[in-house]
Structures are given as structure tokens and as C-alpha cells.
């Protein structure tokens, strides 16, 4: 089944922008970079004309000698035996990281050709533009795409349920909808947002099915380490890698270097680490001492914490079995509860929330999940697991600081009362519209 992505929309405002600049769409593999700026030509342009680096390696011919536009442009029209006509055609250039003078190319069609519609993507993009060698600094508009979100899942199964979501006033929803609500998030968090799986779900709801795709998913993912990386590093990647699930059984998250290789420390594992944040299959959340603004100048770089970049590879890099989930009384007992952590980090980024960082007091004994910032605010965000609302660190929080808005994330029904916005799990993906709503009415 197609899954309708929320990026179409940026994807159309860059389309119409009059100042628009070439594209590159970077994110984690398989999180459907090429589908999505294929179904965005078809659907936005005339007609699309794509250009694969890795299926057609020759084509990176075209870009050797000048970077003249009209001549690049000539022969890419010639090979494809397609027009290539400005403010009508969309132009991909796939797996561009595998031409770097295809990549630095842009820079001249920013200068000379802006008429033309250029989108670059590739599985590794994020490690190029990490090393800026030959990088067209400020001649290309940066994307970001995720894994799908929960409302994007929504929307594939329950259509009308989602439009009559966002909708809702700041009250409690009734039994009626939690309940399905509950059982889509069950599937959802079994799944995770790789597409690829996800469709597969929606169209056999088989949830074996959809496990054997994760599994491609995570081969490609370890492929990527012994084909693009040093190989001394490789087995620093894999440590960091398998570790993520034992850095979550933790009490105490913080990532910890010795527990990925005893006696390790920060410079024995950070370039691993780094590559795999740039790549995107990790995501870092830095320690904030103090909640204020700027998050990013008050993040303290060398105390964080990890996530895979979506809820199913977490669970099956914990080697859990879908019926574990699906099948569960308690969906979020013991290590399951780790999940909702990361499902509730991704849907934060998939609305761009940007940076997120996390809280706990000197003492240790008290910790709060998030922060984010929301205009002119710093927002703490505590996920608990289930229906349980014993939120101890966010009462510590919200007296030492009485920030004017906190949120507790749970599976208990949507509530404000006295600056606490209880928003359910399910609820998550409508987080903006809810909080202009709690911050009228305050």
C-alpha cells in the first residue's frame, strides 16, 4: 500500500519557492527517500527523469569536464531519451554520494540554471555532507526525512479517524476511539515507520510478514558497515550497534563507552559513533543541565543518551518477537517500556522539533525523558509507561524550575489542568496544535 508522507507538503513549498535552490533529501536507508521524490515528480511535474549513480555508474561521465549547466543537462537528456524542460521536469540524481562532481555540480545549477528542478538523495548523504570535501556550501536546501510517523500510519488505516484528530478540542477523548487508538499504537510500536515493512503490515496484516522486511532492513544496514567504512572501524560500529539495547535495560540511560567494550573510552569508540550519526541510524540526546534558551548552547556534549532511528529496529535489535508486543496484557512492562521512549523521540523529530534534550537533576534521582523547545519556552516532556502517572521527576522538575507548560506522555486520556498537558501516546503526532491550544488557555 502507498503511505501518504507528511514531507509532501515542504516537498511542494520547495517546488513553488522563488528562491529555490537544488535539493538534498537526506535520512536513514530504506526510510523511502527515492520512492517518495519519484511519487513527488509524477504527482508535481510534468514528468520525472531519475538518474541512479549505483544501477548506472556510467552516467557519472556526464559530470566530468566543465560543471556547465546546458552540457550536463544536453547529455543526461540524451542518455534518458527524455525532455528535460525547466520548471516542468524534476531532475533526481540518486545515490549521489557515489559522484562527488555530481553533488559539487549543484552549485552551478544553484548560480546559472535555478530554473531547473534538481533533487539529489542517496542512503549515505548524510555522511557527505558530514565532510564537506567538495560540499556545495549554501548552493543546496537540506531535507530531512524519517521513518514514517504514527499519524502517517494512521492516515493509511484509519483516515477518517485521523482527520476527525486533528480536529479535537483540549478535552478527553471517549472510550470508543482510545480503544481502537490503543490497538494501532500496539501495532505501530510492533512494526516501527520503515515503510517498506509498514506497507507490508497494512496490506497482509501479517505481522511475521512485515518481521522478514525488518529483517532486509537490518542487513542492508550492517552491509552498509563493511562496504563504506574503514575496516578497522567495522568492529567498532558493530559494538556501539548491538549495544543500544543493553545501554536501554539500564536504569540510568546514559550512554556509557566501557559498556560497549570494557575499558573503552570516548576517543576509542567516537568516530564509530559519528558515522553512525551521520548516517542517521542513531539519534543523540544530550544532557541539559539547566532548561533554558538556547537548548543547543546549553547541551552538554559528553553526557547523552542513544536511539535507533525508529521503534521496530529497537525492538529487534533487543531480539523481541512481535507477539511479545501484540500479544502482551502490558504492552509496556519491563524493557518494552524503553520503547515508548524512542516511539515518542521519533515522533518529536518528525515535527521537527529540533534540538531535544534531557534533564536530571545533580543527585541522580530524577530524570525527565525530554525537553523542547516551543517558540519562547522550554517544555519537559516525561514518558510513562501504560496508564501509570507517578511522574516523580516531573514534579521535581516543575517545582525547582515551574516551567509554564509541562507534558506527560502516557497512554491515559488527553487532560490540561494547572500547566499539565497529559497527552496520550496516541495523541503525539498532534503536539502543536495542542500546545497553542493549552497555551491559550492558560
Known sequence: MMIERDITRTLSAWKESPQRKPLLLKGVRQCGKSWILE???KTHFRNVVTFNFEKNPEIAAFFSGSYEPTRILAQLAAYSGQSIVAQETLIILDEVQLCPRALN????????????????????????????????????????????????????????????????????LTDAFTVKLNTYLREYITVGGMPA??????????????????????????????????SKDIPKLY??????????????????????????????????????????????VELAEVPELPLAAVAD????????????????????????????????????GRLTENLVLEQLLAMNYSPICYWYNPDGRAEVDFLIQDNDIVIPIEVKSGLSLNAKSLRSFREKYKP??????SLKNLKFDNGLLNIPLYLLGELPRLLQMARTNQ
Open 39 to 41: 511519487h513527488f515528480g
Open 105 to 172: 555540480s549543484l552549485k552551478y545549477f544553484c548560480e546559472e540554471a535555478p530554473e531547473y528542478a534538481i533533487a539529489a538523495a542517496g542512503s549515505l548523504i548524510g555522511i557527505t555532507i558530514a565532510s564537506k570535501e567538495g560540499f556545495p556550501v549554501g548552493k543546496v536546501e537540506i531535507m530531512e526525512m524519517h521513518p514514517c510517523s504514527f499519524n502517517e500510519y494512521l492516515r493509511s488505516v484509519a483516515p477518517s479517524l485521523l482527520d476527525y484528530l486533528q480536529t479535537i478540542p483540549l478535552e478527553p
Open 197 to 230: 515493512a509498514l506497507s507490508t503490515f497494512i496490506d497482509t496484516h501479517d505481522v511475521w510478514a512485515a518481521d522478514r522486511v525488518l529483517d532486509s532492513v537490518m542487513q542492508a544496514y550492517e552491509s552498509d558497515f563493511s562496504k563504506h567504512i574503514p
Open 239 to 284: 559494538m556501539i550497534w548491538q549495544s543500544i539495547p543493553s545501554q536501554f535495560a539500564r536504569e540510568n540511560r546514559k550512554f556509557i563507552y566501557g559498556e560497549v567494550r570494557k575499558g573503552a573510552r570516548a576517543k576509542d569508540l567516537e568516530d564509530a559513533m559519528q558515522w553512525l550519526l551521520n548516517a542517521s541510524m542513531i539519534r543523540k
Open 301 to 336: 556534549r559528553k553526557i547523552f543518551k542513544l536511539f535507533p532511528s525508529d521503534v521496530g529496529i529497537l525492538r529487534k535489535l533487543a531480539k523481541l518477537s512481535p507477539t511479545v508486543i501484540l500479544d502482551s496484557h502490558d504492552i509496556f512492562s519491563d524493557f518494552k
Open 404 to 409: 509554564q507548560i509541562a507534558i506527560r506522555a
